[in-house]
Structures are given as structure tokens and as C-alpha cells.
């Protein structure tokens, strides 16, 4: 069924290397007939999108690796007015650099570009073609035979991007997601673990002002009815983590010999910090 | 296709911590002359380690792990940036010198025979007016891996050859506070500098730890520069093992922002503050080990005291603290609960103001004290320092290895230089400008790494009797401008200094304030020996000549051996490869494998196996056997704890002293750094704490650390880094700015979006940087990272468009006493900048020719 990529969103720790890898392979080196080389700066055929996550002090930062999806159903493909882009029986979506002429004699300029929702094709403004990731398949044909795997899946140290048969990633794929499902590309990179919002708070005792440990924490989807629960810790700190986005909220916090403390709607619109929550004592 | 014998394979050192040592090398590619990639090296056939707790295996990918910075060091090699051929200012000659236009006039291209004759003229007229003990050789400790070519130490060697010089000691610049601090309360003597000895710790951490503190502790930054991403790996371990994890930081900094469970915002520099109202907290509720403070430790009473109030009136309650520090009061209370109620560790790698702030000796000193409170050394509870494997244990390492690797840790005689102090003149590298401009200076203790407590107490002058004071001043990749102070610049620009010559493959950093300059090689333009020093895993591996030089440069050993010979004692620098073999053969690799060094040039690699779990539990019972309890015997200093009573640390009493003997005898009345540590916020030798008046006008705290997307000073200059988001920011002018991190509330209050160009600023100085405007860091404070180029658009006042923030640090060391380095926890002011008005002010400054992704490069400052 051909080549395909996982990628655990959870594992990546933002060292950037995926993205400067694919530059030291393809900046400056020509890979012809697959690819010629991008430019030094301003393409990113595998790029890491940062998402700053939260508020001080609950911040997370998530990162995703960010690439060309070889789509099996691809709209670049027949976008392209001479033919030049290509899906091979691996899977593999390459542009011919011979054959792309960047639409030159097109005044709106390049058509897949436009085409493709996920934005991972550029222009080479010296070269005048459009370019983007090749799944370095100069590399996985044998061109060199001192490389066997692409250069991100490769200098990972966390095994983050993960590449294969289909066959060898079916029960991972099971469970993970595209982006952007509602385009109907099918995409042949998979998502695990890709950010949802999370709510969280501290959870204190103004009288005593001590953080209280132990609270139950519930949010309730107000339109689906799905409850899910936390309890704080020993720093009164809780984290609601994976709800669905946009969604509104019910919140209540719990403890013995405290007044339940509500929230009648939030909606995560981003994730939340609800700050400093007190606790009333019962009298 | 690429046949494969059209491409090479080389091994290069990735590592940028320097030291004459090198990290486990990367496998590079070179075709038709050319580097086409680097990439890591897969550890074929080698047994890792593993480390059994908690019913699970830990260990680390067959593989090196790149740093990012090594991972795209092709982009050094072939920067625009490189000096490409000897180089002479346009406006120096020994008839005229002009030292007042150094740093500002450019360069011409001159030829190897033109540059060796002026400096040997140069050489020989100063030994003859002055004797070359006039000349300061500036070596610095950092940059690329090498056994022979590196420059660590080479320069001070050529001078000793020469017959004199003055030695700028490096400072232990990353670990000051427990240097000139904890030193004084638990030793640990040698290269560790203060920082506790790490022998097999994590068979303790990952067994029995329950909490992990990271204090001044950034795994996913500099760590990897050393030994790549180790630091990463470890984290992960410590999620698999069910350790929780808890920053206490200004920022949330990289590691923070993907391990940890917790982050506790701290004030720059206060967490002196923050352990003294633990340890109330712990002497109320009598929640501390009382025995170990009696049989292990002396001077708890007056601590005890301090603490309480009894000493000056002020209990250092949580409400004490929370007013300087920032934490909420609760928070200090949970914590302190917590680290009773769970095995607690704390974790530190080169962490800012805990290290390089004021005073920072007194919290490094009471972090220690609080260990000791909860009795150090008990399962799970230690200080995990450093995050790589490779020389941070006194008799074993800290993830099983077997000890002859260990020790067996070659490195080149003159990386001596970098860590002691060797010429009989000398001047620690935080006294340079002032024993320029204003000789003479005195201090105590010369601050040399590897220097014993006691050096501490011993005073010294420059210069000497008869000497004429600093004439000429020699460079070797010499970053002062870039990661100390401005002061530097006046220094360097007297009249009293009438030759500088500078040695490094790139004009950036002090280069510029140099009258020649001599291109240096990277190490892909020579041979070399690797022997990894700071490393995950320990390598040994003949490094070939990737590509031809760059230019016409040369590596620093081949400068050295031209500049020897001129002066006739060519013979004293043997031929490059006599000095690799030597080194080899007293390598594990020779001795206990058998390997020749034509066998092994023709290996290229070798990676010793590790020692099974069972191996490695007999190997330190096998040091109890024949030693007792000591290091290695026990993970950590749980051998320590286990001591009936606790002698055996290098202190006087052989205790942990929380007064210090030392500093009792020698420092009684030193109110910076008195014989109890104290909380001192500010004093006669610094003024940057938000309690103190001048706190009106610059009401901002600056935290400047450990860059992340360079090694220090090193790799500022790479593109495909200076892309991602969090390493420039490119301003409405094109020109690509450091950030400074703001938070959203300070940054509303003064007008300032993401994106602004702005000035940091104090009474010193002026530095402008792109605002990256984050819930990051806590509010009141603002966080630059150090190490970035110097673009001065002017010197008088001080306006710096590179973004090097040291430029606007106190020019006055730690504290009275001591030689320490101060370049975090300071005051200053963030505001927006009007840059057009700038650019008409200083519009020669602005107009000079600048690289588009790069900034500063050869052509802004080579002429022709």
C-alpha cells in the first residue's frame, strides 16, 4: 500500500533538528531528477509549527511537525497545467523540476500552491519552480547508498516522525488523525496525540490560604452530556486535559467540608487557566 | 546515482563545550570536496547501557543525538562569516597605531608572510621593551572539539614556549555560585567546581526519586551543545519512572515547557529568598532530619537562628519570602510539604542568576543547606547536576560505564590551561579590563576551575613586581565582548595596548577589536584526534580532513607552530600527527583493546560496550570492598548518608558546614559572603534587586541564560537557526533582532506589541531586541538570552542593535571577595524604539553593508 508517517505529537520536544535536516539535504545539494535544491532560507519542507499553550504559570508548549501529506488524493496534481506533479505506487507525490515551469506565463502564479490546503508548496524565486518535501525519495530509490530512511525520521531522537509500509503502521494508524479531514485529501501522514484544550486551575483555601489537595475536578460537555474528571494535587494544581475545541463547559470543583464551586459555561475557544479558584469551608 | 565511493565518510566531534575535549563525534558526508551532510552516527554492534529501577530498563537510542547547532554546522563552515585570509586593520601600523579606532575601522586583506613578519616584529620589539610577560594570551575555554588542533590552551603553550606571558584565567563562568559558594559547605574539589560528584546517581534517581526540583535547569538547551540531546532523553525517563517534575525558573524555559508538571514562577535571583522560608517552614514543624544536621553537618544552630529571626528580627517566613521572590505564600508551603513528604532530588544544569547572578555563591550555598534538612544523600534524595554521562563523577560515572573508560579520558596537556592557572602572571578573565585601565588590581582566589577551596583565601596582584603592565593582547576565539561587559571595549582601545592579534575562523565577537587577524580552521579542515570528554557516550575516533580549508586558514595548532617557528623554537609544537599518536596510545582503545594507531586510523571509530546492570552493581561493590564508603560505592552521596558519622567531604571539619570554617577564619566580617550564608538582595558591590532605589527607573528584572539556539557565543550565524520563531525576530527594518521575552501585561503597559523593535536598557547601556511577547516568563521580569553578536551602532552612549546583552551587565565581579562573573538578575527598563529615529542619528552606523539573513558578515567590516 505504500509509504506512510506517524507522527506523535506527544513525543516531540521542539529541537528543531527534522527542519534543519531536510536543509542539509536539500539546501545547496541537487537531487535531480527529484528535486532541485531550495533555497537557503524561507522554505520549510518539513516545518515545526509552535503552539504556545495556556497562561502564566500553566503554559505547555506543543509542537507540530509539519510537512507535505502525499495525499492520495491530491489537489495539487490536477491543478498543475503541464503535468509536472506526479504520485508514484509508493505513495510518494513528487514535482518534476524540469517539468515545472512555476506557472510563469500564469498572471495568479503558481496553481498548486494555491491548490493545496495544507500550504507546504514554495516558490524558488530563483529558479522560478515550485518545490516542497520529496519524502527524500532520492534516498529511499538508493541514490545514496549511505542514507537509508529520510533525514527527519532519522535525526529524531525521540522517534517522533515515525515511517513505513502502511502494513507496519496499520494499528498506530488506527488511532491517529489527519489534518484537515474535512479537504478530502487523504493524506498519508498521520497525527497522534495532536492538541486539544485543556482546562486548568489551583485550587486554594483563602482562610487558611493553603492549596488544597484532593479536590474533584468535573467538566461537563453542556451539548454532548460527556464528563470528564481530575483532582488536584498536592500543589492544588488540576489539568482537564484532551476536551474537544469550542465546546462550552460545565465546571464544578469538589471537596469535603467545602461549598462546591461552579462554573456555568466556559468555552474553549483556546485552552483555559481559570487562575486562583478559592474554596469556601462549610459552616 | 552516488556510488559510494564518491562520497566519504568523516567523523567530526559535535561538541561546542570545548575544554580540549570533544562529545561523541557525527558522521559526515563529503562529495567532490564538499560537505553534503551530517547526520548521526549509528552505534553498530556496541552493548549501551541499561538501568534497572522501578521494574523497568532505561537507556538511550543507538545513536548520537544531534545538537541542532552541530546538526547545521555546515553553515559555519561555510558562513559568510569566515575569515577567509589574514586580515590588518586599515589604519594600524606599528609607525601609527590608532588604538582608539579599534572595533570601529575595517580590514584589509594581507598575505600569511606579510602577517607573520609584522607579528614577529611586533613579538620581538615587546620582549625587548617590556618582556613578553606584557602580553595577556586570551584562550577561551569554549568552542569546537579536537584533541590537537582545538585552540583550548594551545596559545597559552605558545607563550610558555616563547617565555612569558600573562594568562587570562577563565572563570568557571557556569557554575560561579556553587564555585565561590557550596564549595565552602560540602568541597567537591576538581573539575566539578563546586557542584557535587555524580557517581551512578541514577541507579538512585530513577529507583527511588519522587519529586524532581529543576532549579536553574534547562535540559533542552545547553546540554546538548555538550553532549547532544541526552538531557532530552533523560527527561523522558524520568516521565517513564513516575517522577514529578516541578520548574522553579523565571520562565517557563524549554525543558519546562514540555516535561514539566509544574512550573513556579521565581524572580531572577531570589531563590535564596525562597529556600530560607522552606527552611522555616521545615524548623516549625520540626520536619527535618535532625540527625544527620547533628552527626553529618556543623553550624545548624546559627542557622537556625538566622532563620527564625533570632540573628536580625526578620523570621524568613513564606510571607518574607513571597514579597521577593514572588511566589505565593501557599505555593511556598506546598512545596516545602511536598519535598518532606516525597524523596525529593533537585536538578540543576547551568542555571542563570543561581550561577552568574550577585551574590549568587549565598543561594547556591543555602540550596545546599536545605538538602542537607532533608538529609542528602537518602534514597532520592540528591542534586542531579550536568545531564551528561561523560566526567562528572569522581570515581565512576553516572550511568554505568566501565571505570577505565571513564578514567581513561585523554585529553591534550595544554587543555590544562583552561582549567588551571599556569603562568606565573596572571589576571582572572573578570579583572582584565580593570587591570588594563587601571592597574593595580588585587583580588583573592584565581578563580581557575580546577583551583582548590583554599585558593579562594589567597591574595593576589597585577601586575607584579617590574612588570609594565598589559602591552599587547592576544585573542584566541575570544568572546569578552560578547559574555562579559562593555568595559572590555575602553580596555581594549587604550593606548597603552599597542598590538592586538586575534585567532578565529569568524569575524564576530572580539575579532573586530583586533589590529591582525589570522583565520583559524574549523574542524572539518583538518585531522584530528576525538576523545569525548563531555558526552552521552564515550567515543574515541580519528577524525579526517573533510574538506580542503576555507581560504587560506589554518587550525590554531598549525598558527601556533608558524608563529614558534618565526621566533625559533619551531621544534617545541611537533608535527600535528606524532602529538595524535601519542595521545592515542595512552587511550583505553590501545591499552586495553590493542588497537594500533594505523589499525585504528584506518577504523576510524571505536565505541567501548558498557558493563551489564550486574556488572555495573558489582563494579561499586567492588569499590566498598576495597574502599569503604565513598564515591562509587553508592549512587550519589547516598554513601554520605550512610556514614555513622558524616566525615569525608573536602571541608576543614570533613562535614558539611553550614557555617564555613574557611571563610570564618579568613572572610569573618564579609557581609557579601559571610561564614553563614545569608539572603542578600543588595550590597556595596551590587544594587540589582526590585528592593532597591534604583529599581524606580528600571523596574524590570533581566534573566540572561544559556541561549538555546547557540552555544554561548557560538553559532549566531546560522540561518537555518535564525529562522525559527523563538531565535530572531525579524523587525519592520529586515534586520533580524534577538528577542527579549515580555509578558502580555508588561508589554500593554508600555505600548509594546510582538514583533516591536525595543530597547533594554540601564544607566550602561543600551540594547535593542525584537519583542517576543509570551506567557512564558513571569511578569516583572524579561529574559534575553546571552551569547548573541555585537552590532554596535555606537559606543558613547552604548547602543548595541545585535542584541549582546552582557554589554549592559555590572563591570564588578560577584561580591568582594571573589572573582565571580555577574551577567543575570539585573535591572533595567524595556521600552519601544523608534528605530527611524535611530537610523537618521547614527546613519554611517546603519548603512554599513549587512548580510540579509546573517546581519554582521565579512563584508561589513573587510574592505576590498
Do not use: K, L, M, Y
Given at each position: 500500500m505504500g509509504k506512510v508517517l506517524v507522527i506523535d505529537v506527544a513525543k516531540c520536544n521542539g529541537c528543531y533538528c527534522c527542519q534543519i535536516a531536510c536543509k542539509d539535504e536539500h539546501v545547496d545539494n541537487d537531487w535531480s531528477p527529484y528535486a532541485k535544491p531550495q533555497p537557503d532560507t524561507g522554505q520549510f519542507w518539513l516545518k515545526i509549527n509552535e503552539l504556545e499553550r495556556?497562561?502564566?504559570?500553566k503554559v505547555k508548549v506543543t509542537y507540530i511537525p509539519y510537512l507535505c501529506m502525499h495525499c492520495d488524493n491530491p489537489p495539487c496534481i490536477p491543478a498543475c497545467p503541464v503535468r509536472a506533479i506526479t504520485k508514484r505506487a509508493d505513495g510518494i507525490v513528487l514535482i518534476d523540476p524540469d517539468k515545472c515551469d512555476g506557472c510563469r506565463s500564469l498572471e495568479s502564479g503558481p496553481l498548486c500552491i494555491k491548490a493545496c490546503p495544507y500550504n507546504v508548496i514554495y516558490f524558488n524565486d530563483q529558479l522560478k519552480i515550485a518545490q516542497k518535501c520529496t519524502l527524500c525519495a532520492h534516498i529511499l530509490d538508493g541514490v545514496d547508498p549511505l542514507v537509508k530512511i529520510p533525514r527527519c525520521v532519522e535525526v529524531c531522537p525521540h522517534n517522533v516522525i515515525m515511517f513505513g509500509e502502511y502494513s507496519e503502521l496499520k494499528d498506530l494508524i488506527e488511532k491517529a488523525e489527519v489534518l484537515k479531514p474535512e479537504a478530502n485529501t487523504q493524506p498519508r501522514v498521520y497525527y497522534l496525540n495532536l492538541p486539544k484544550p485543556f482546562i486548568a486551575g489551583e485550587v486554594y483555601d483563602p482562610e487558611l490560604d493553603e492549596l488544597i489537595e484532593g479536590a474533584k475536578v468535573t467538566a461537563t460537555d453542556l451539548a454532548t452530556g460527556k464528563t470528564y474528571y481530575a483532582e488536584t494535587d498536592e500543589f492544588g494544581d488540576f489539568w482537564i486535559q484532551n476536551l474537544e475545541k469550542d465546546h462550552t463547559y460545565k465546571l464544578t470543583v469538589e471537596k469535603d467540608g467545602y461549598i462546591t464551586w461552579t462554573l456555568d459555561e466556559i468555552k474553549t475557544e483556546k485552552d483555559i487557566n481559570l487562575g486562583e479558584i478559592p474554596l469556601l469551608r462549610k459552616r | 546515482m552516488v556510488k559510494s565511493e564518491d562520497v566519504r565518510v568523516c567523523y567530526v566531534s559535535h561538541g561546542l563545550g570545548g575544554i580540549a575535549g570533544s562529545a561523541e563525534p557525527l558522521e559526515v558526508h563529503v562529495k567532490n570536496g564538499k560537505i553534503l551532510r551530517i547526520k548521526p552516527l549509528h552505534f553498530e554492534g556496541v552493548r549501551l547501557y541499561e538501568i534497572k529501577a522501578r521494574g523497568k530498563r532505561f537507556t538511550q537510542p543507538a545513536k548520537t543525538l544531534p545538537y541542532w547547532v552541530s546538526l547545521a554546522y555546515k553553515k559555519r563552515v561555510y558562513s559568510p562569516n569566515r575569515v577567509k585570509y589574514p586580515l590588518k586593520r586599515i589604519d594600524w601600523s606599528p609607525e601609527n597605531r590608532n588604538p582608539q579606532n579599534r572595533g570601529k575601522s575595517g580590514f584589509v586583506r594581507i598575505s600569511w608572510e606579510e602577517a607573520l613578519d609584522i607579528i614577529e616584529k611586533e613579538l620581538r620589539r615587546i620582549k625587548e621593551t617590556y618582556g613578553l610577560w606584557s602580553v595577556l594570551v586570551q584562550d577561551d575555554g569554549h568552542g569546537q572539539g579536537g584533541a590537537v588542533h582545538t585552540p583550548h590552551g594551545i596559545h597559552h603553550e605558545l607563550f610558555r614556549q616563547l617565555g612569558g606571558w600573562t594568562q587570562q584565567v577563565r572563570n568557571p563562568d557556569s557554575w560561579e555560585g556553587y564555585y565561590w559558594g557550596a564549595k565552602h559547605v560540602w568541597g567537591m574539589e576538581g573539575p566539578h567546581a563546586g557542584l557535587p560528584h555524580q557517581d551512578a546517581i541514577f541507579d538512585d534517581i530513577l529507583e527511588n526519586t519522587e519529586l524532581l526540583i529543576f532549579t536553574?535547569?534547562?535540559?533542552?538547551?545547553?546540554?546538548a551543545g555538550f553532549a547532544g540531546q541526552i538531557g532530552s532523553i533523560m527527561c523522558r525517563w524520568f516521565k517513564e519512572a513516575g517522577i514529578k517534575i516541578v520548574a522553579i525558573s523565571p520562565d517557563c524555559n524549554f525543558a519546562n515547557a514540555v516535561h514539566a508538571d509544574k512550573w513556579i514562577p521565581i524572580r531572577p535571583n531570589t531563590d535564596g529568598a525562597l529556600y530560607l522560608a522552606i527552611a522555616y517552614l521545615w524548623i516549625k514543624a520540626g520536619t527535618y532530619d535532625k540527625n544527620f544536621l547533628q552527626t553529618h553537618c556543623v553550624g545548624f544552630e546559627e542557622f537556625r537562628k538566622y532563620v527564625t529571626g533570632e540573628e536580625d528580627g526578620v523570621p524568613k517566613t513564606p510571607e518574607w519570602a513571597e514579597r521577593i521572590t514572588g511566589i505565593p505564600t501557599r505555593v511556598i508551603k506546598a512545596l516545602a510539604k511536598t519535598w518532606v513528604k516525597k524523596r525529593t532530588s533537585l536538578a540543576l544544569f547551568f542555571g542563570g542568576p543561581k550561577i552568574r547572578g550577585p551574590y549568587a555563591h549565598e543561594t547556591a550555598r543555602l540550596e545546599v543547606i536545605c538538602l542537607a534538612m532533608q538529609g542528602l544523600g537518602k534514597p532520592g534524595r540528591q542534586l542531579l547536576r550536568g545531564f551528561y554521562p561523560a566526567a562528572t563523577g569522581k570515581n565512576l560515572a553516572p550511568i554505568p560505564q566501565y571505570p577505565e573508560t571513564t578514567r581513561s579520558f585523554v585529553s591534550s596537556p595544554m587543555a590544562r590551561y583552561t582549567v588551571e592557572a599556569l603562568s606565573p602572571v596572571i589576571v582572572p578573565k573578570v579583572l582584565v579590563a580593570d587591570a588594563i585601565l587601571k592597574p593595580p588590581v588585587t583580588w583573592y582566589g584565581t578563580g581557575a576551575i580546577a583551583a582548590r577551596r583554599e585558593d579562594q583565601f589567597k591574595k593576589y596582584t597585577f601586575p607584579p613586581e617590574g612588570h609594565p603592565g598589559i602591552r599587547m593582547i592576544w585573542n584566541a576565539n575570544c568572546c569578552y565582548i560578547t559574555c562579559w561587559n562593555s568595559k572590555i571595549v575602553e580596555a581594549y582601545r587604550s593606548p597603552k595596548i599597542e598590538f592586538i592579534v586575534a585567532v578565529t575562523p569568524w569575524l564576530e565577537n572580539d575579532a573586530m577589536f583586533a589590529d591582525i587577524i589570522l583565520p583559524a580552521q574549523t574542524i572539518f579542515e583538518h585531522e584530528d584526534l576525538i576523545q569525548t570528554t563531555r558526552a552521552a557516550i564515550s567515543a574515541t575516533a580519528y577524525q579526517?580532513?573533510?574538506?580542503?580549508?576555507?581560504?587560506e586558514s589554518k587550525s590554531d595548532y598549525e598558527i601556533c607552530r608558524l608563529v614558534a617557528q618565526r621566533m625559533g623554537?619551531?621544534?617545541?609544537?611537533?608535527?600535528p600527527e606524532e602529538l595524535m599518536k601519542r595521545l592515542y596510545e595512552s587511550t583505553y582503545v590501545a591499552t586495553k583493546y590493542g588497537i594500533s594507531w594505523e589499525e585504528f586510523k584506518k577504523r576510524k571509530i571505536f565505541i567501548p560496550d558498557h558493563p551489564t546492570w550486574e556488572e555495573w552493581k558489582q563494579i561499586q561493590k567492588n569499590i566498598e570492598a576495597k574502599y569503604g564508603l565513598t564515591w562509587g560505592s553508592r549512587p550519589g552521596l547516598t554513601w554520605f548518608y550512610e556514614l555513622p558519622e558524616g566525615k569525608g567531604l573536602e571541608t576543614p571539619t570533613g562535614k558539611l558546614e553550614i557555617v564555613s570554617t574557611g571563610l570564618a577564619t579568613h572572610?569573618?566580617?564579609?557581609?557579601?559572603?559571610?561564614?553563614l550564608p545569608h539572603y542578600i538582595p543588595y550590597g556595596e558591590t551590587h544594587q540589582e534587586s526590585l528592593l532597591h532605589p534604583r529599581a524606580k527607573k528600571y523596574p524590570l528584572l533581566l534573566m540572561s541564560n544559556h541561549p538555546k539556539w547557540r552555544f554561548h557565543a557560538q553559532g549566531d550565524d546560522i540561518t537555518w537557526i535564525r529562522e525559527i520563531p523563538t531565535c530572531k525576530i525579524r523587525g519592520p527594518d529586515g534586520y533580524l533582532y534577538e528577542p527579549v521575552w515580555i509578558h502580555p501585561v508588561d508589554a500593554e503597559k508600555r505600548g509594546i506589541k510582538n514583533g516591536d523593535i525595543v530597547k533594554v536598557y540601564n544607566e550602561r547601556g543600551t540594547v535593542l531586541c525584537g519583542a517576543y511577547v509570551t506567557e512564558r516568563i513571569m511578569p516583572g521580569t524579561v529574559h534575553v538570552h546571552h551569547g548573541s553578536r555585537a552590532d554596535l551602532i555606537s559606543l558613547d552612549p552604548l547602543i548595541d542593535r545585535g542584541g549582546a546583552i552582557d554589554l549592559i551587565v555590572p563591570p564588578k565581579p560577584m561580591s568582594r571577595n571573589t572573582v565571580g562573573q555577574v551577567c543575570s538578575g539585573i535591572l533595567v527598563e524595556v521600552e519601544k524604539v523608534d528605530i527611524d529615529g535611530l537610523m537618521k542619528k547614527y546613519p554611517k552606523a546603519f548603512k554599513r553593508p549587512m548580510h540579509p539573513n546573517l546581519g554582521p558578515y565579512h563584508e561589513t567590516w573587510v574592505m576590498g
Open positions: 495556556g497562561s502564566t504559570p | 536553574g535547569c534547562d535540559p533542552e538547551s545547553t546540554v579526517e580532513r573533510c574538506i580542503e580549508p576555507i581560504g623554537i619551531g621544534d617545541a609544537f611537533p608535527p572572610f569573618p566580617n564579609d557581609d557579601e559572603r559571610p561564614p
